[in-house]
């Protein structure tokens, strides 16, 4: 059996159709999708997961009518300040990841301002990935070690990928053990692709106001049953010390 996932990232999809379904327009789905949103960040630090990372706006989504993008960036800003008290009575840091810095200046204020009050929260470590693509940060990755090698400050050779892991702004916490997608479709949609490596992938039919603590469960009570070879076979796991990619040791 695997103990429980250390990381959890999620793909919340699915409130558009949640609310045409309902005769609703999509900003009311946002709405719903935020709600449960807060339900799954109090179940993860009541489960003692310690990051959870929440795909809340993709770089794609800037393409979205200009309302609902308003519209998104103003229910983030709402959240925000409403969700600090809870941050802080659950012992929650917050972080993010993404390009910050096309966000209205506002809601930058707002990030900072929950950051610098929940930075020394020693319990969950909740991220929102905002305007995040992860073809974008690979990119400026490697542009960086590009840089460094041009400087002489590293040598190719020196290139691997823990260099790479440690580079990535994510460094700050282990590679997910387990990526949850709602509203069935089967696609990471740019999403941690290099972080997602060894993920334990969990497609969800449900959209994702629908989806709650219950089904939070019952995906990580299904991945501690789930093998996880990273290559090896059933035996090898079995019988001696395997260096797994989060350097999880697993004894027989
Ligand atoms: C996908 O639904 C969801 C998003 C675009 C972003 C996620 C945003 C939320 C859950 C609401 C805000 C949350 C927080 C934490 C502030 P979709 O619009 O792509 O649905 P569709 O695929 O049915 O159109």
Not at 32 to 47: F, H, P, T, V, Y
Not at 217 to 229: G, L
């Amino acid at each position: 059996m695997n103990p429980r996932p250390k990381h959890i990232a999620i793909i919340m999809d699915g409130n558009g159709r949640w609310a045409k379904e309902r005769g609703h327009n999509r900003l009311w789905g946002h709405i719903r999708g935020a709600k449960a949103a807060r339900q799954i960040i109090e179940a993860s630090s009541r489960l003692k997961i310690r990051h959870l990372t929440l795909f809340t706006f993709s770089t794609e989504n800037w393409n979205r009518p200009k309302k609902e993008v308003n519209f998104l960036m103003s229910l983030l800003s709402r959240q925000l300040d409403r969700e600090l008290q809870t941050l802080m009575s659950n012992n929650v840091k917050f972080r993010t990841l993404g390009n910050l810095s096309q966000l209205p200046d506002n809601i930058r204020e707002k990030i900072k301002d929950v950051k610098e009050h929940t930075k020394n929260n020693t319990g969950l470590t909740l991220t929102f990935a905002i305007n995040y693509s992860g073809q974008q940060e690979l990119t400026h990755c490697f542009k960086m070690l590009a840089e460094k090698v041009l400087s002489k400050k590293l040598h190719p050779n020196d290139i691997s990928e823990s260099l790479i892991n440690q580079s990535l702004p994510s460094a700050y916490q282990d590679t997910p053990e387990l990526i949850i997608r709602t509203s069935g479709e089967y696609r990471l949609s740019n999403f941690f692709l290099w972080q997602a490596a060894y993920s334990e992938l969990f497609f969800v039919e449900k959209y994702w106001p629908d989806f709650n603590s219950e089904d939070l469960t019952e995906i990580i009570r299904q991945y501690t049953h789930k093998e996880r070879r990273f290559g090896f076979i059933t035996e090898q796991l079995k019988q001696q010390e395997v260096h797994t990619p989060n350097t999880v040791t697993l004894l027989n």
